[in-house]
């Protein structure tokens, strides 16, 4: 995923120590994936079955930060929507018939640590990573009739990244970064 954020209502606005305190915003960015589906109850072959999920996501973020001279450490939280979406088609257990598997969007959240290093008073480069939740559907269908749909809501995992944040206003910074989320 690669987000950009703005950000505002900083909690400090003296000289350089804009990089302590609280401040929320909103971010916006793309989505690309890869989905993988393994058959564990038999009647198809096992796989992994994959294909390539995309789309645009976006939503808010607050955190806190703490600098010791150059050196920022802070917490971060997002909460937004992911139009996360996906489909392919594997083989079934009836020749004549095939697997549909899809990937939906929904809400996600993510709690996260940062640290970084001011480059620049005004620059931090940071890496980052904690606890994600995708409420997405997976769904698997098939043409075979009789064959009752399976599917998943919710998965959780891990997110781990990286950006670059710069201030160019006393209390408004915008930042790029890539996260890597593993449901």
Not at 56 to 76: C, D, H, K, P, S
Not at 95 to 119: M, S
Request: with cysteine; aromatic share 14%.
């Amino acid at each position: 995923c690669v987000a950009v954020s703005a950000f505002g209502a900083s909690s400090a606005e003296a000289q350089d120590g804009r990089w302590n305190g609280g401040y929320a915003g909103v971010h916006l960015g793309y989505a690309w994936g890869d989905a993988d589906v393994r058959d564990t109850t038999g009647g198809v072959l096992p796989g992994p079955f994959s294909y390539d999920p995309n789309g645009a996501f976006g939503g808010g973020t607050v955190g806190y930060n703490w600098r010791m001279q150059g050196i920022v450490l802070g917490v971060e939280a997002d909460l937004g929507s992911m139009d996360l979406r996906g489909a392919g088609i594997i083989p079934s257990s009836v020749p004549t018939a095939h697997q549909d598997i899809t990937l939906d969007g929904g809400f996600y959240a993510d709690v996260t640590v940062r640290g970084g290093v001011l480059v620049m008073p005004s620059t931090l480069v940071y890496a980052k990573g904690g606890f994600a939740f995708f409420n997405g559907e997976a769904r698997q269908k098939t043409t075979n009739p009789g064959f009752v749909t399976h599917g998943a809501d919710g998965f959780s995992g891990w997110v781990a990244g990286g950006g670059v944040e710069h201030f160019f206003a006393p209390s408004v910074s915008v930042k790029v970064e890539y996260l890597h989320f593993d449901f």
